[in-house]
């Protein structure tokens, strides 16, 4: 059988500054790539290892997803994470995978934030911007996962997949359900950058063609 094999960094590589006991971190997305691609050792893992192992980061492109009308979309967890059942989050992510793999970290990174809105929303993003990091130690789950966090525009009228359940879209100012502690970090992040368009640098594209 093939294992299912996720993107990690040595944890041991990463910018001190970068892994805050729990916060978030703004950051530009040359900074980040910058500062990845010639240091940071990165290795393709066995998923079953990775979830195990806090020697090695996995990055989860983490993406807050905005309509027409400046609405975020927000959604009660459940699906195949069942350690997160029940509560609210603003994040649509997950491990870069194989088939997100690009001649370029940036492309790798980017495509697969591109492929998780397109799976979750079922359309692609209209815009994508790079935020910034975020990072929590104090559970077994936060200290072997690293927070990418990105804003994506869409149009239409999305569906959702299983994984997500039913979407409500809120103003970013009325958001009151109690969140989890990724999505509290990321809302935050948006809320400092006081985004909006052209706020956080120029849209990202990414290389959507099949990787290897």
């Not at 978030?24 to 195990?52: M, N, V």
Request: negative net charge.
């Amino acid at each position: 059988m093939t294992r299912h094999h996720i993107l990690c960094f040595s944890r041991a590589a990463l910018p001190a500054d970068w892994l805050p006991e729990t916060g978030h971190l703004a950051l530009p997305w040359p900074r980040l790539l910058d500062t990845l691609a010639p240091q940071c050792t990165t290795l393709w893992l066995p998923r079953d290892r990775a979830e195990h192992d806090i020697r090695w980061k996995q990055p989860i492109p983490y993406v807050l997803i905005e309509d027409r009308t400046g609405h975020l979309a927000l959604y009660q967890r459940q699906g195949s994470e069942a350690r997160l059942h029940g509560l609210w989050s603003l994040g649509v992510g997950g491990h870069v995978e194989r088939i997100d793999e690009r001649p370029g970290l940036g492309d790798t990174l980017l495509a697969c934030a591109w492929r998780e809105v397109e799976e979750e929303l079922g359309e692609p993003p209209r815009e994508l911007r790079f935020l910034g990091l975020i990072n929590e130690e104090k559970s077994t789950v936060g200290q072997v996962h690293w927070g990418l966090v990105f804003h994506a525009r869409i149009d239409g009228s999305p569906r959702h997949s299983p994984e997500l359940g039913p979407v409500h879209w809120h103003e970013p100012d009325s958001i009151g359900q109690p969140l989890e502690l990724w999505s509290r970090l990321a809302l935050q992040l948006y809320r400092k950058l006081a985004v909006s368009p052209g706020a956080t640098g120029p849209p990202l594209t990414s290389v959507r063609e099949e990787g290897p």
